[in-house]
Structures are given as structure tokens and as C-alpha cells.
């Protein structure tokens, strides 16, 4: 049943706003739902703000859109319901985390679809282009929060040729150990090759601290990113000799843009060649519908810095040139998502997910999909060309 009563979703159909007005807070992976309240003590500081536990309860929101759309068919993951599970589980009454896990509006789970479809594609392209020639690859996964998208590539390619990093705040990376702690299938993929009596339990030194996970394919890393300056020392487990995509889906928005600049300058710097990213995240702050939704996020106490400082493609781009992620002639575009709707999607695909349920609004998903947009980069590196040319294919509306 769609949450139609629910009135942190969001929207509520029956709301006689314009177009412009009906959806800008409803996101593709931002929700700011729950209002929250007080400090909550923590192990890395004393103190979290109320900001910060807005910023980490989107978390929830972005699963439990992903969730909505997997349940509608839109997406396969085997992994997700054991993720959602082990937040139910986990989450405190006064949360409501399993009162976020309830339907959502055909425009949400589409695009929850495409967002994931697009991002998916990158990685794959990567991993095509680049595993030929090196022996193994690394990921980067910034804010990785409830994402599966790791395990997902562990078990359609193994362990041996992927080392993957997530990094988000430590509350957020305790419930995830704790997660793979009670879920034998999520065990079973970060410690392929021993028994499940030889698995680390959360009391032994295997695990420690209880919101690290370590091994040689996989790392969870418990890291505020505002704490990250450009001359930072690489985190546990991160190679530098790799080809080395980062990906940030809805976390560096969060971050103020002199922060964000310290984390993309330490990537930048200690990747000096093979490095790539691709980073999700919403644009035109400066028109109205995107005004509308910065208002409206901020009545929920949260604010996306870099909406205003990036508002288009163009910028968002231009970001991540100044920041050298094109190096030795490498390439730097974006497209919105609609465009990578209509552009990267096949047809097969698009008739597929359009039985899936009934949407009357598709002006509306229009205005809202040219709000969210990925812009992505790559240096050349001398040996993972394949790789600028694997990227060349996506079709742009924005390029250096
Ligand atoms: C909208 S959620 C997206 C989660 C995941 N990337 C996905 O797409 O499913 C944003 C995530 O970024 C994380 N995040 C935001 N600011 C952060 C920071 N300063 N340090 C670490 N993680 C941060 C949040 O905790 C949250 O898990």
C-alpha cells in the first residue's frame, strides 16, 4: 500500500500544488522524512548534531526507496531484503525506520530504477574496460550507507579481481557490520572461504571496532568525510597502484563545497593515474522548481550546498575538472536523468518497467528527473585507456 498518509513522504497525491510545487522534496534518493531530534551520543564523538542525524536517516529513505522499487519489480538484488531486515531489526521504536519501508509512488520507484540502471552500467563498463588489463580494480564507495551494490559484485564476479570500499558514519557503518553479523548469505560473500565457525564474531579481535569490517576484498570503513583534508593519509586497504573508481550517490551534496574539495583533492592526489568517479546527486538550484525543493528541504532542516554552488551540468562538470579527475586527457560529462533515461535505457527495458505500474504523471517525472543528474570523470592513466574509451560511449549533455 503506497504510504499515502504518511506526511514525511514527502508528497501526498491529493495535494492540489502546481507541478512545479508537487515533488521537488520527494527525491530520488534525498529525504530528509524523519524530523530529528536532540544529540545521540556516539563512539567516534561525543555528540551527534541534529543535522547530522538528519543526514544519516537518508540513509533509510534511500534504502526503503530502493526497496519500493525492488518490490514492484523493478529491480532484482538479492541482498536487499537481508539489508532491510537487519534495519528493521537494529533501528530503535522511536525511529520509525520500519514504517519507511512501505510503498512509494511510481515516479520514486522509476526513479530509484534509473538511478541504480545508470550507475550499474558505469561500474560494468569499468570493470570491462579495466580488468582485462590489470589484475584487480578497487571501488570507492562514498556515504555507502545501506547500499548492496558491493555484494552484489562479489557474487557475480568473486572476490579475487574487486577490492571494494564503503565509507559512511560510524552509527551508520555499526548497523551494517551488525547486519552482515546476523545474515549467514552477507557472511558467506566478505569471508568466501572460511567456515561459518571460523567467521569473526563481534566480540573477537576479527572484527574490531564493531563498526570496521576488514578483509582483503572488502572494506567498511567508519569515516566522517568532513574530517578528510587533501594531504589525509589513504584509508586501511586502499591501493593506489589500482584502477580505482569512487562513486558518490547522494553523499558529497551533503558535504559543504570546501569539504567536498578537500575529499576530491585526496583522491585525486594519491590516485595519479586509472582514477574515475561518478557522482549522483540533484541540480538546477537556481530555477524554480529546484528553489522549491531547497525551501523545502530546508523546512526539514537540510541543506544541499552543492545545489547552489552547482546547479547545472556544466558545473558539475567543471567540478570535477578542477579537481583534476581529467588528467593526461581524460574526460569529464554528465546527463540528467532524464536524458539517461531516454538515452541509456534500452527499449526492452523501458516497455518493461512501464507495465510495471500505472504512471499519469509524466510531466511531472520529466521536470523531476532534469533535477537529478551524474556527472562522472576519468583520468587517462597510461595503461586504462580502454577505460576513457569505454566512458566516451555515454552520450552527454555536458562534456570538457
Ligand atoms: C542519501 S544516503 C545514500 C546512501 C547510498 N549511497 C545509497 O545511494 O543508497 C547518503 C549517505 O551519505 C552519508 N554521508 C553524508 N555525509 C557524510 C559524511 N560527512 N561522512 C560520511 N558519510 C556521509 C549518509 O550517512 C548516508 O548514508
Redesign the pocket.
Known sequence: MADRQNPEQGFRPNDTFPVSQRTPHSTL???ANRPATGLLASRRGPLVSRQDRI??S??I???SS?YSAFLKGYLQDPYLEAIVNGQKHLSRPRDHVASSFVAKFPIINIGSYIRNYALNLIVDDMLAAVLPKSPKCQII???????TRAFNLFAQHGTDDIIYHE???SI?TAKKVATVMITPNLQKIIWPSLAQNEIPTLSSSGIEPNDEIHTPHYHLHA????DITSSSDLLQGMDPTLPTLVIS???LC??QPD?TDHVLDWLSSHFTSGLGIAV?EPIGGNDSFGKVMIENLASRGISLPSLKKFPTLESQVQRLVDRKFTLNDGLAAANDIWSIYEDWIPETEKIRISKLEVLDELEELRILFQHYCISWAVTDGTSDSAWVKAFSKFSYRARN
Not at 569515516?223 to 568532513?226: M, N
Request: some cysteine.
Open positions: 534518493g534525498l529525504h543526514i544519516q537518508t540513509d529513505d534511500a534504502l530502493k564507495s562514498l556515504g555507502a550507507g545501506s547500499d565509507i559512511d558514519f551508520t569515516r566522517d568525510l568532513r550517490e547522494c553523499c551533503y558535504l569539504k549522483y
